[in-house]
């Protein structure tokens, strides 16, 4: 079955991520340029989340995951990057709050895909092989690129 593809204004929104590996990194790099606010629930962080938390571009908070989290957020989204157990627990939770949810390490476990985005200016494109070909959606995204790269040039 194919998703249909919804773009959402993200401005403002607050954006819980479960996480703070090298998974968790690559989505939020790619959230960032949409200006949305998001709160990272770890109890470690890689190098470049720690650089984000740093220039204040997230906020972390160094623990490890409970449902309380979800009670006092109320996030818009949340992303399971934590490891299959912990984001198995948070999708049981996100359900039964109401709460959209993407498990990075289950795609059955997802209300949406994470799709490859390109961006220039204005314009994004989201691409998606149904979450079972992530290389075909990165080269596609990539091929996408170069396009928008090309045409913004001339």
């Known amino acids: 079955m194919s ?19 090298r998974i ?7 959230l960032l340029p949409f200006g949305c606010r998001i709160h990272v629930v770890s109890p470690d962080l890689s190098e470049g989340l720690m650089r984000r938390q740093t220039e204040g571009q997230l906020r972390w ?5 409970g449902v309380s989290v979800l009670e006092t957020e109320q996030p818009f989204f949340v992303l399971a990057a934590a490891g299959r157990e ?8 996100c359900r039964a709050a109401g709460i959209p949810v993407n498990d990075a390490s289950c795609r059955e476990n ?8 390109v961006k220039e200016g204005e314009t994004v ?4 092989a149904g979450g079972r070909d992530h290389k075909l959606a990165a080269a596609l995204s990539g091929l996408v690129r ?7 040039k001339a």
């Open 24 to 30: 968790a990194g690559r989505r939020i790099e790619a």
């Open 61 to 65: 908070s160094r623990r490890t995951y």
């Open 110 to 117: 997802c209300d949406f895909y994470f799709p490859g985005i």
């Open 146 to 152: 170069r396009f928008m790269k090309e045409t913004w």
């Open 125 to 128: 494109v989201g691409i998606t």
């Open 86 to 93: 912990v984001n198995e627990t948070v999708v049981k939770d």
């Open 3 to 21: 998703f249909f593809p919804l773009f959402i204004e993200l401005h403002g929104k607050e954006i819980l991520v479960v996480g703070g590996g």
